[in-house]
């Protein structure tokens, strides 16, 4: 994944790396990683687009099939539009407006935020640091609804946010390189 993920700007595709164990977990990571139903003795584990399972992406089927994937979902429209701006209030935050470009309502939707340091190693080094609390969305279809996420990790040039809607399935709406 490292591989795939250097080939591609940030803002296409990010590899966040989330610990369970040792010096580098949290309470959020590892909460986090069980809704993936990932159990946390499981490392390394992959998910990919916010799917885990062995039908899903998960575990090393290899460069080439990753690639291919994420291609596919590269090209396609994205349903939500998600624009956002980091605040300065010397905490991690960001005000998100999200609009609906389906023609379905989303419904019991997952809004966070992942906060993570850019620790300028060469291999995994976009590490998590806090998960926002998840707010549950319903936006109909064309509609538009706007929140603040908040952090408890302070504002740092190594500090970085990823927004990210869920669907109830599983499976990532959208996602933005928040700035």
């Not at 998910?47 to 062995?54: D, P, Q």
């Not at 956002?84 to 309502?105: D, H, I, R, Y």
């Not at 291999?123 to 549950?136: A, R, W």
Request: proline residues 4%; without cysteine.
């Amino acid at each position: 994944m490292e591989k795939l993920a250097a080939e591609y700007p940030r803002q296409e595709l990010i590899l966040l790396t989330y610990h369970t164990q040792g010096k580098y977990s949290t309470d959020e990571t590892r909460d986090h990683a069980m809704s993936y139903s990932i159990n946390p003795n499981w490392t390394p584990s992959l998910v990919f687009n916010g799917l885990a399972g062995s039908n899903l992406m998960m575990g090393p089927l290899g460069y080439e099939a990753y690639k291919e994937r994420f291609e596919t979902l590269r090209n396609q429209d994205a349903p939500v539009l998600i624009q956002s701006k980091v605040t300065s209030s010397g905490f991690m935050s960001a005000a998100v407006e999200l609009t609906n470009l389906g023609s379905e309502g989303i419904t019991f939707a997952s809004l966070y935020a992942v906060v993570y340091e850019d620790t300028r190693q060469s291999e995994g080094h976009y590490l998590v640091k806090d998960i926002t609390p998840v707010s549950t969305i319903n936006i109909p279809a064309g509609g538009t609804a706007k929140f603040d996420l908040n952090s408890v990790i302070r504002v740092s040039a190594n500090n970085h946010m990823v927004i990210i809607l869920r669907a109830a399935s599983g499976i990532i709406l959208q996602a933005l390189f928040a700035s």
